[in-house]
């Protein structure tokens, strides 16, 4: 067993684990924070997207024991009590999903391309979502969203 520490949606958190356990596993299965969700495992969907110190990362590929000290954040730490973030307020007023399964690492994945500040243009978020995938083929709605907030950031 492994100890990590690190900051987890704001709040200090401590475990010991084995070390081949991955964060989303760590995510849903220790700590039930399923909002991150398991898609191919293998990081080609995008569904497990969180934040890490910031940058979005799939979680299936990292070991939970690699991030020690980082401030980790999934989808429910990005709401301020009833006050949603900007990009999930979006995601409603724009109708950008439909089953939702791949919503929180859409989200999480639009906070990180925002934090980059690379994306200029609708283009620049497609290109820049594209590791993020939608079966129920929502895209249009995705980049609404996502190019409202940065409009607005502007």
């Known amino acids: 067993m492994t100890q990590v520490q690190f900051t987890l949606n704001g709040h200090s958190t401590s475990a010991d684990i084995p070390p081949w356990v991955t964060l989303l596993d760590f995510l849903r ?13 293998h990081g080609q969907c995008g569904a497990c997207t969180v934040l890490i110190d910031g940058k979005r990362f799939n979680s299936c590929l990292i070991l939970a024991v690699s991030r020690d000290g980082a ?45 980059e500040g690379r994306a200029e243009s609708r283009e620049d978020i ?3 979502m594209s590791g993020n995938l939608c079966r129920c083929g929502a895209y249009t709605h995705i980049a609404d969203a996502v190019e409202a907030v940065l409009e607005a950031s502007k």
Do not use: M, W
């Not at 299965?29 to 495992?41: A, I, N, Q, S």
């Open 29 to 41: 299965e220790r700590v039930h924070l399923t909002g991150t969700k398991k898609g191919c495992d």
């Open 126 to 128: 497609r290109e820049y």
């Open 71 to 115: 401030e980790i954040t999934t989808v429910e730490g990005l709401a301020d009590g009833p006050i949603l973030h900007p990009v999930q307020q979006a995601f409603l007023d724009h109708d950008a999903f439909q089953c939702g399964y791949c919503t929180p690492g859409q989200i999480c994945s639009a906070i990180g391309l925002l934090n």
